[in-house]
């Protein structure tokens, strides 16, 4: 199953914008096919959408692991001063945002069962994680995915679908 980019299917050989440290996107299962209807600011409009997960997936991942003695005495002797000496490396390696399939437990499991019913799209590229965080946000409540029957049950982990009143008037 491949992501989908303004309608245009990309390959496992797709490579990103210079400069984008992530994106945003949503996953979509359909009742029956997918028709596309058409792009409206980066949205697409699908018939028979049937539900539907936002999230982000950064494109790089941070990694760290501690620095042995050996390591610690070689930069001991660059530096020439103790309070230098690194205790952690710091780096980054490429993530799997091509298999990727959402940190949504249920979703992967339907995606594992049936994937001809879905449809991953990417709906936009960011160059910093806040913008990537914000972008997210802004999409999930322009989704209304805490008020429809989707597969995100909360936002920012702060806004949970358990804790609306989800349209009564009245409290019990």
């Known amino acids: 199953m491949n992501w989908y980019y303004k309608g ?65 005495a070689k930069q001991l002797l660059e530096t020439g001063d103790k309070r230098k000496v690194k205790k952690v490396i710091r780096g980054s390696k490429i993530s799997n945002w091509v298999q990727y399939n959402s940190s949504c437990k249920p979703l992967q499991e339907e995606i594992r069962a049936t994937p001809e019913l879905f449809r991953k799209e990417i709906i936009r590229f960011c160059f910093t994680k806040k913008e990537l965080s914000y972008y997210e946000l802004k999409m999930q409540f322009a989704h209304d995915v805490l008020e429809v029957d989707s597969y995100n049950d909360n936002i920012a982990g702060t806004y949970y679908r358990k804790d609306l009143n989800n349209g009564n008037t009245e409290r019990n």
């Open 8 to 72: 245009e299917e990309l390959t496992e050989n797709y490579i990103p914008p210079v400069g984008v440290v992530g994106f945003v996107y949503k996953i979509i299962k359909v009742k029956e096919c997918f028709i596309n209807v058409s792009y409206i600011d980066g949205f697409s409009k699908w018939d028979f959408a049937e539900k539907l997960y936002i999230g982000k997936k950064l494109l790089a991942n941070t990694t760290k692991r501690k620095v042995g003695k050996r390591e610690a």
